[in-house]
Nanobody
Framework: QVQLVESGGGLVQAGDSLRLSCAPS????????MSWFRRAPGQERALVAT????????YYADSVKGRFIISGDNAKNTVYLQMNSLKPEDTAVYYC?????????????WGQGTQVTVSS
């Protein structure tokens, strides 16, 4: 069964940068959008950023706007999240997810998550 595999998490200090990657375990034909979510301790999972395959347009949560950049490699169906100027409040497990279709909001594939810890 196809799943998404994240990598790139780790422990960094405030102000540092990290780059997360997400790729499917097997080739998938296409997708409508891919997103990064995060779940901080004691909080609900929250959408961080989305990239739409057709035009590579992007969406960012207000909390990361101007600091994080989502990008994709369509040939590899790989998505990246460049995280700059990290803050302790960015500490969370980060998940990537793929949405196959635009007509419904369901995410069809999820990764296992990668831990990002930002120390002050």
């Amino acid at each position: 069964q196809v799943q998404l595999v994240e990598s790139g998490g780790g422990l960094v200090q405030a102000g540092d940068s990290l780059r997360l990657s997400c790729a499917p375990s097997e080739r998938i034909s296409s997708y409508y959008a891919m997103s990064w979510f995060r779940r901080a301790p004691g909080q609900e999972r929250a959408l961080v950023a989305t990239i739409f395959r057709s035009d590579e347009s992007t969406y960012y949560a207000d909390s990361v706007k101007g600091r994080f950049i989502i990008s994709g490699d369509n040939a590899k169906n790989t998505v990246y999240l460049q995280m700059n100027s990290l803050k302790p409040e960015d500490t969370a497990v980060y998940y990537c997810a793929a949405r196959y279709f635009g007509y419904r909001p369901k995410y069809d594939l999820w990764g296992q998550g990668t831990q990002v810890t930002v120390s002050s």
